[in-house]
């Protein structure tokens, strides 16, 4: 089996280890620069309203190297400061077609999903796209990127679902264990009949007999989600145990992507991607603290006191410092480029998640951290609303088409 407890020691003791301290980032902004960047991302906007109607919309989906891309790199650069090493990345020829091209699948295997439920399962696609080049395998929607990608607004929505019991949460878990460990499972609703055959797209592309890791770690990856159930369902649990609960989710979903991107991994990769999942898994958890401590869901940051997270937010940068130094393992970490925009697009949502949680910092913390934002805290609340629904309106309408059409999987 993997050797997850090993994993979760070695980042336990890593955690420990990174200071509190405020960190060194590559840039102060001041008034004048947030300024220009803020008129740079209105502008944005209102280009993005302008490719709402449907002429302009079939240009985006005819041509989208010509009328979408260049406006979506001068964004990355002209509002959150990209460099031009970190946007060769983002906006290779690799990238340009696997979004619209999983968006298709998902809309012809789930039509009842919301955009924001396939939003939501891109970003694994994402982070999947980037471990594929780290692992210098073609950038593509493979079944197993796909399938494993899926699960997510299936699963964890079903998990996350106050209207849905513990009890009912738990059997869940038991039949869906039973199902990745290959039994034949008779599905209870229709969520559970789409996970079962998204489990199928798995064994097609990795049968079992030839790469039993693939499964050690899908079977990693329930017991952490099984486990967290009990950030919901117990009191008492001690800091450590929190501690070790968080990371063991967040490392093993991770080191699930990589399997289900090579197939096969070195020990050094394998706790290389579990840090890089607990860095995720810490990243989410300071987003979503506020709705995490209305839950009563206990993680690292929703257990602490209001006004006491700034030093712990520090405490996480530094330590994903250290952990994605560990990525460099991977031969298609060819260069500071790849590490540099894997840190900065991380660091850029904790600070903006400090900017619009604000009621969990001093006064004192939330003025030494705008300070290298490259926009005003009060700007980005004003917008995220409005940011969102255009956001949505834009990945709803691009990637619209006529149900003829649609890609069949």
Known sequence: MLPVLDYIDHFKQMWELSPDTFPQFHKNYSAEEKLA????????????????????????????????FPMFRSFLETVFDFDPGHLEI???????????????????????????????????????????????KPVKITPSVFAYSMIYPYSDNLLDDPEISKEQKQ????????????????????????????????EDEFPRDEFPKVYESLYA???GQTNSLKMITQNGLSDDEICSICFEKGGASVLADGYLVAG???????????????????LDDIQDVKEDSLASTKT?????????????????????????????????????????????????????SVGLNESWYSNDYLEAIEKVSPLHFAYLRKKRTQSKSQRFALFQKYFDMPKSKQMVV
Not at 264 to 282: D, H, K
């Open 221 to 223: 990856i329930q017991q």
């Open 37 to 68: 960047h803020e008129r740079n991302f209105d502008g944005f906007q209102k280009k993005l309203k302008e490719q709402q109607n449907v002429r302009k919309v079939q240009q985006v989906k005819n041509d989208p190297a010509k009328s979408f």
């Open 264 to 282: 096969e991994m070195t020990r050094e990769q394998e706790q290389a991607l579990f840090g890089y999942g607990i860095y995720l898994q810490l």
């Open 300 to 352: 690292i940051f929703s257990c602490l006191p209001e006004k006491d997270l700034g030093r712990f937010v520090n405490k996480t940068i530094h330590f994903g410092r250290m952990a994605l130094e560990e990525m460099r393992c991977f031969k298609g970490v060819k260069s500071d480029d790849f590490l540099g925009l894997m840190n900065r697009s991380i660091e850029m949502m904790i600070v903006e």
């Open 171 to 202: 059997s869940f878990s038991m039949r869906f264990d039973r199902r990745l460990r290959g039994m034949l499972e008779e599905p209870l609703n229709h969520t559970e009949k789409q996970l079962f055959h998204l489990i199928a797209f798995f």
């Open 90 to 136: 983002i906006l290779s020829e690799e990238f340009k077609d696997v979004s619209k091209d999983f968006f298709y699948r998902a809309r012809a295997l789930g039509p009842e999903l919301d955009p924001e439920d396939i939003y939501q399962a891109m970003r694994n696609v994402w982070i999947m796209n980037g471990l594929q080049l780290m692992a210098e």
